[in-house]
Nanobody, 124 residues
Framework: EVQLVESGGGLVQTGGSLRLSCAAS????????IGWFRQAPGKRREGVAS???????MNADSMKGRFTISSDNAKTMVYLQMNSLKPEDTAVYYC??????????????????WGQGTQVSVSS
């Protein structure tokens, strides 16, 4: 069973930075993709970025340039570096895992396993 545990959320001022971590374990398949998603109150869950076990990265256009996804060499940790944070970045951030395939999109429905989420709050 795939397990994902997020950490690193918190309260930060506008313009500040945070790094979120996702500890991944339990993969029974070789080619996987881990994505970061976020959900603000009253809004739909949206994709932020994803990275596959082979290093292929997808980024949401609206956050490109401020948010960077990466993983460690062992591919057991996936990080989301968030810079120049804005109040509208306030949300619960989730990491999720899915099987890599050519039609995989950065949308929640394409990912099967989810972490519990970590709160990010940006004050103005």
């Amino acid at each position: 069973e795939v397990q994902l545990v997020e950490s690193g959320g918190g309260l930060v001022q506008t313009g500040g930075s945070l790094r979120l971590s996702c500890a991944a374990s339990g993969f029974t398949f070789n080619d996987w993709t881990i994505g970061w998603f976020r959900q603000a109150p009253g809004k739909r869950r949206e994709g932020v970025a994803s990275i596959s076990s082979r290093g292929r990265i997808m980024n949401a256009d609206s956050m490109k340039g401020r948010f960077t996804i990466s993983s460690d060499n062992a591919k057991t940790m996936v990080y989301l570096q968030m810079n120049s944070l804005k109040p509208e970045d306030t949300a619960v951030y989730y990491c999720a895992a899915g099987i890599t395939h050519p039609l995989l999109r950065l949308t929640p429905g394409d990912f099967n396993s989810w972490g519990q989420g970590t709160q990010v709050s940006v004050s103005s």
